[in-house]
């Protein structure tokens, strides 16, 4: 298997998780005897402070001509007072719309072994398995116009839909809930917004190519609470992209840390893949970020762009393994468990030899 990727580190803890995650895919090529290449560029901050721009040509070029792009992430303060269109930010909207991916899937799985590490009751995270399907490419972050007029004070952004980019999204979720526990829970804000209103009308119209997944609407404000509360409840949520972002993070809590959080954007030219968490400044250079997160982003690549499930899977059980072995990094460590605290460079090395002893176990299984 043939493979190359644009890896794209970003700021902040960006470079350092994402570190993590290209050895792992190093690990499971050299383990399976498959041609992974790599081609790093910049983006974001360090693009900026490069080049003076956020997505430089070279690295849309590199993004382009690869089967797959990892990145990191993006942002540091030292831009805040730019315009939205100059910041590091811009250069993450912007390969997204380039790349084209529109179903930016974001799974929150809540592991036994982190039980403890979240503030939700574990009779409340029990057996959670949420896959948000978030539309990416419209809504608010993309809509025009949009501007800040500084003489007027006032300031205006968009959010538009047209029915053909809700109907693309729907189908994808309907089409991954009907492979899982065939519900859709669609969520809008259908009682004050019209861009809600098409959306639901949509929704329901694509429901019916699926009968055998049942479809369900929640109104956005009441859907934050019901995530905290009855987490088991939902199996697919789709959304858009504005409510999508803020609802995926929360979902972190029922984790443990937003650092345990991997995404895949698919269905453009090429799948775009980057964990759920920002660049983190205020830990950045500590090595107390958490590269799990950017792991399983590794192990999405492999599902979504070598159709190697099986390898796929093979780094969710590493990382499983690791937890239940009891090593955390900061965020998911609790205070009087009986756990090993680790670094971002020792979580990474635990999840690769987890990884190296189960390939090896397969290796030798089919050797017999
Ligand atoms: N995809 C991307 O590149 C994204 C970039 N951002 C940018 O990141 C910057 C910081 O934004 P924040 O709102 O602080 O969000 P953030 O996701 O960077 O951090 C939120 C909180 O979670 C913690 N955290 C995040 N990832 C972690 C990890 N892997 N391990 C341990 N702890 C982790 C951070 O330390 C912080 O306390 C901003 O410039 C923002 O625009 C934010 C979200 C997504
Ligand atoms: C930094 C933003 C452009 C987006 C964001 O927070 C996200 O996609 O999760
Ligand atoms: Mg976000």
Redesign the pocket.
Known sequence: MRLKVAVLA?D??GPE?TREATNILHAVAELGGHEFTFVEGLIGGVAITDSGSPLPTATLDAALDADAVLLG????NKFNSLTPDKR??AG?LQIRQALGGFANLRPSVAYTALAGSSPLRPEVTEGVDILFVRELLGGLYFGAPRRWNKETNEAINTMRYTRDEVVRVARVAFELASKRRKKVTSVDKANVLEVSQLWRATVTEIAKDYPEVTLEHQLVDSMAMHIMNIPRNFDVVLTENLFGDILSDEAGVITG???MLPSATIGGAVNLY??V???????AGTG???PL?AILTAAMVLRHSANLEQDARAVEQAVLKVLEAGYR?A?IARKGENVQLVNTQEMGKHVHQALAESIDRRQAMHAV
């Open positions: 970003g902040g803890i998780v992430a993006v942002g540091d590091p930010e993450l840390s937003l650092g980057e964990p968490h920002g660049s983190a400044p205020d830990i107390k970020a958490n997160g990094t965020d």
